[in-house]
């Protein structure tokens, strides 16, 4: 769908025009602006219908396209009873389903409940056959790859391609796009077949294909290679190795580790800010073929978003990551949870005031984005002093539309490449004051 | 499931371990190879639906536990005057949290351990049956063709 937008309304010849040409660019970046948008409300609904969904980056990260998004379940809510008898366990004892009720009923009135009262839909009640149906497969696939994660994975690598300081190509923006979403769809796929029995314990994902056995384990994989391979290969042979080498990279730091680390160490929580902050570089050295500055300040201004989202998200998870056995800051060090949410948004003001330092938007950027940086500083500092649900879910909401907003600004205050030529700065100017690195 | 059905079914997620199980279907003709995939298959569904039962199981006990001990704590009993669950607000669950996580901490390192194995290990199968499978197809084919 996106792509789709592109095409359709960018330019394609060069126009030397500088109004003409940044006007078409706009038109561009508004679309993917409407386009999270729409995804953000779809996500925002989903949110209000079940609380406990949460969006991850890549590879799960943190949020879409960093974190996790919420799964979003074409299917209807369903509403649970306590069903009386389980398929597996025949006998029913007195006790244990008294005891049930007093529990359901409990989590139910409690004030952070997540699992709300639910009776049993007749579909999901009934046994299934494990055969995979062809007109199914692609409904399968796309929840098994995460598609709406992977899509706002792919809106924050198109913008490190848009941030970069060259003109722009069509057709190297489509391969590094194209090359990031099967990157993403590989990654989520495995992900989530290291992730089966923890699924299935948790409110959130619990309708995975994989949990619901509607895909056997080996087709994922098979999936996941026949996604990850070509998407790779695609970033290194049609755009550049060292966008192909990060995106492996990626792959890599998502599946092996921080889905392993996620029940380890907190520590996957840096992890997963790391992979949510690599699009944006994939994008960028898609585009200029060199990792400078800019692309690590981008990469930086994703990072430090993660924390806020993330932290936020999973304070209201906090019983069924202690259930589940995952080792998250909300459980386990709720004031260094909050604590760095808050750091990370104040982070934000830096990163965007220093943005204009290295050429990369004028100096209208950080003007400009001081009000909605405060503004999530605010939240971030009314978590870290209440610590309480209500505020835990503003900053959520708050980051939704906080990071869209943030990069479509920084576009549209993006230092335009004629303007440098005239300074006399490209291409040699940019590249003294940045950092390169170069594969061979 | 139908006693003529030639597929495995998936039932409903089970009500202590929120897995879902599953009846494996076993051909007549059966080779070695796909009886040790069905047999791993069986013995990991087994196993996880041992562990997450108890651990649920373990989890709201001590949850009602632990609710119990705090609201005596504060001089409450388990049911105010309506017959209303006392319950605790989320900041004094948390402490609870933290420690249930802490505890199972290990448990969980030796199950995450135990499953990655026989995931692989299952995954490693179905796709060594899938290639024999492919591969008699095949044979199977180009028999009807010189025929």
């Known amino acids: 769908g996106l792509f789709v937008w592109c095409l359709r309304n960018t330019g394609v010849r060069w126009i030397p025009c500088r109004f003409v040409r940044l006007y078409h660019e706009a038109n561009d970046r508004l679309i993917t602006f409407q386009y999270f948008n729409f995804l953000k409300r779809m996500y925002v609904t989903q949110c209000n219908k079940d ?22 379940d074409q299917e209807k809510k369903v509403v649970h009873k306590i069903s009386p008898v389980s398929p597996v366990h025949q006998l029913w004892s007195e006790m244990s389903s008294r005891n049930e009720l007093r529990e359901m009923k409990s989590a139910a009135e409690t004030e952070d409940s997540v699992i709300p009262v639910r009776a049993e839909s007749k579909e999901d009640r009934q046994w299934k056959e494990m055969k995979l149906r062809l007109d199914d497969l692609p409904g399968i696939l796309a929840r098994l790859s995460k598609i709406k994660l992977t899509a706002l994975v792919v809106s924050t690598a198109s913008a490190g391609f848009a ?22 769809c590989a990654a989520n796929s495995i992900n989530q077949f290291f992730e089966v ?8 994902t619990k309708n995975r294909p994989l949990v619901r056995g509607q895909i056997s384990p080996l087709l994922a994989v098979c999936f996941a290679a026949s996604c990850g391979i070509p998407g790779i290969a695609l970033l290194t042979l049609g755009v550049n190795p060292l966008t192909g080498a990060l995106g492996a990279f990626n792959i890599f730091l998502y599946t092996c580790c921080y889905t392993p680390l996620k029940r380890m160490s907190i520590a996957n929580t840096w992890v997963g800010a790391v992979v949510g902050a690599i699009p944006p570089i994939m994008g960028w050295t898609a585009a200029t073929g060199s990792l400078d500055a800019g692309a690590l300040l981008l990469g930086g201004i994703l990072y430090s978003w993660q924390f806020p989202h993330f932290n936020a998200l999973s304070w209201g998870l906090r019983e069924d990551y202690s259930r589940g056995g995952y080792c998250m800051m909300s459980v386990t060090h709720p004031g260094l949870c909050r604590r760095v949410a808050l750091r990370h948004c104040l982070a934000l003001i830096g990163l965007s005031t220093v943005a204009p330092v290295l050429d990369i938007t004028t100096w209208t950027f950080p003007v400009i984005s001081l009000p909605i940086n405060l503004y999530i500083s605010y939240l971030g500092f009314r978590f870290y002093r209440d610590a309480d649900r209500s505020s835990s879910r503003k900053l959520f909401f708050c980051s939704l539309w906080h990071l869209p907003m943030l990069l479509l600004v920084m576009f549209t205050c993006k230092k335009s490449v004629l303007e440098k030529e005239d300074k006399g700065d490209l291409p040699r100017g940019s590249h003294e004051m940045a950092m390169e690195i170069r594969l061979p | 499931p139908p006693a003529h059905s030639h597929s495995d079914w998936i039932g409903p997620p089970d009500r202590h371990s929120n897995l879902r199980p599953v009846i494996f279907y076993a051909p007549p003709e059966e080779s070695a190879l796909e009886r040790r995939l069905r047999e791993a298959r069986q013995e990991a569904q087994a196993s996880n639906q041992r562990f997450w039962a108890r651990h649920n199981r373990a989890f709201r006990q001590e949850k009602e536990e632990f609710i119990y001990s705090r609201l005596k704590a504060k001089g409450l009993e388990m049911r105010d005057e309506s017959g209303q669950k006392a319950t605790l607000n989320a900041e004094e669950m948390a402490d609870f949290y933290k420690d249930f996580l802490s505890k199972n901490y290990k448990k969980h390192l030796q ?5 990655y194995k026989r995931n692989f290990r299952i995954t490693f199968l179905m796709g060594q049956v899938a290639l024999v499978r492919a591969l008699r197809w095949l044979r199977r084919r180009k028999k009807n063709v010189e025929q």
């Not at chain 1, 980056?57 to 879409?64: A, E, F, G, L, Q």
């Not at chain 1, 060259?166 to 796009?177: D, G, I, K």
């Not at chain 1, 029995?197 to 409110?203: I, K």
Request: aromatic residues 10%; neutral net charge.
């Open chain 1, 163 to 184: 941030m970069a300081p060259v003109p722009f190509e069509l057709t190297c923006f489509l391969l590094a796009s194209l090359g990031t979403g099967l990157a993403s």
């Open chain 1, 197 to 204: 029995p923890f699924d299935s314990n948790m409110n959130r």
């Open chain 1, 51 to 72: 609380l406990s969904q949460r969006a991850k980056p890549k590879s799960d990260s943190i949020v879409s396209p960093f974190h996790e998004l919420q799964q979003l």
């Open chain 2, 111 to 115: 199950y995450n351990r135990d499953w």
